[in-house]
């Protein structure tokens, strides 16, 4: 491992701040209010949100303070960390392991990498469009609409990022550092301020609430999981990154600044909810920007949009270091690497990969045009490539460390617990609808989408997301209802359900609106007269004039899928025998549009 003078270590762990935690650093701008939005809080219930914020905490006890700093990045390679570095520590020992299953952990190790090159292509456009999205909260102010410049702005800030990478992680680090070092200090003030709007949000540093959260949330408690992750990205990064400073800059420049910082600020944004949980759920609320002073709003966006920008450094820099170690265990071609300090051997650049990366975020960011859109394969790409490093990290400890089974295997356990339930939650998040809500919001705010009169109700049997038959008939008919309705019907284990807790409305904007009927196993639904009610003194509905939409899947067995044809038609025959949403919900009939959709199994 590289030396570092004890005199330079706080020089370099200003220096880290800009390089390596600028990811992790700028997850409080979107990880609790993802969380918060799929938990739902309500009045009189802090477990809605003592829950996430116990989980989020904990999430970065072990998987920052325990994982990667306790153990990971103890693992180096002549100091370089990363999957590469495992991986060579892994072959590099004395073992007898059978020529295939020696294979297909190289691979796994090979695998591991690829998705932290994905990350280093993702996150620099993710992190620059949520910078730049945000610019939005600058509308009202400026009487203007920035979301048409988006995308533009986004693609000059990329490139201009990539192309001062050629002045070395030192010098990047210089200027980046002081920023980042305003933006933590901004972190924590914004939360210690507004923790005394409810004191008792310091109850979720206990784990059981957390705990309880999850037992009471059964299937949804995976999603929320995927959401939690967003608080810890950036680890991997910061492995990578070690040998660009080494372990004693990363150690100080986290529990000094980084970590007090995070934890101030979240406990801030779930005080100010707790104290009026109502306010939370209204369209475009911010959870971040509604710390903010009013008078001091215009300077944080722009230290926020800043601090995003330099988010992205920590993937870069990480994406030298492993390309590097690829080279030299020969996985890849020689790659032209310039040295930026004489003094510290991790500091390097890559010109060959950086205009690389570069064309590929700038291929996301036209392509996917929104943070919201890479989210979820954002989400699953960490996931894995954490849970990838602690398989790897077991291995070293066993064959290389020659840690007895139960000293290499409880931390890796405990490293696992959470990861198997990050890469869960990731792929639960991909499975929900691909459009999130507030995009149809924003459109309708915009008035991009043609309204015309009457109610239309789209069935959904999720309460996130928009429903399949919305987008297609979005699609093919170009026009929306004046009023909208998204309709989940769902059964509880229960016999019956009281009146006072039938149906739960949440109004997007005007007249849009999502409603959840809800009914005891015992009751026969009845869907028209309960909807009515439920959005009675919001809305008024005329009864003739609500369609009910709903999508009717046509299943084809000449798909790709590696079912055998037989169990593929059994699977199609089932499916016909479903009855239909108009007879179960007692719809009535002429008011109901049926939209097929065919569908390769």
Known sequence: MSEHKSSNSWSLA????????????TSPLYALKECLHHAKPTPGDPLGVLGPLSLMFWSLIVMVCFKYLGFITRATNQGEGGMFALLTLFRSAKRGFKPQTTGAIVLIGIFGACLLYGDGMITPAISVLSAVEGLA?????????????????????IMGLFLVQRHGTATIGKAFG?????????????????ISSYPGVFSAISPHHGINFLMHHGHDSFVLMGLVLLAVTGCEAMYADIGHFGRPPLVRSWYVIVLPALMLNYLGQGALVLSDVNASLQPGYHHFFSLVPQVALI???????????????AMITGVYSLTQQAV????LPRLKIIHTNPDVRGQIYMPQVNYLLMVCCLALVFHFKSSTNLAAAYGLSVALDMTFTSLLFFLVAREVWQWPLWKAGIPVIIFLIPEIGYVSGSLQAMQRGRLPVQFLVDEIGK??????????????ASADGLPLALLHHLKHNKALHKQVILLTVRFEDSPYVCDETRHTVEEHCDDFYRVVLRYGFAESPQVFDDLVQA???????????????QSREVLLTNGPGKMALWRKKLFVMLSRLSRPATGYFDLPPRQVCELGIQLEV
Do not use: C
């Open 328 to 331: 030299q265990l020969g996985y």
């Open 535 to 549: 959005l009675e003194g919001k809305t008024k509905l005329n009864k003739n004039g609500i369609t009910f939409y």
């Open 137 to 157: 909260l600058l509308d009202a102010k400026l009487g203007t609409d920035l979301s048409h410049y988006v995308v533009p702005i986004s693609a000059v800030i």
């Open 299 to 313: 300077p944080v966006i722009l230290l926020a949009t800043a601090a995003t920008i330099i988010a992205s450094q």
């Open 178 to 194: 002081p920023i980042m070092v305003l933006w933590f200090l901004t972190l924590a003030i914004l939360g210690i301020i507004n």
């Open 14 to 25: 200003l220096v880290a701040l800009g390089v390596v935690f600028g990811d992790i650093g």
């Open 447 to 460: 008035d991009r989408i043609i309204r015309v009169p009457g109610a239309a109700v789209f069935m959904s």
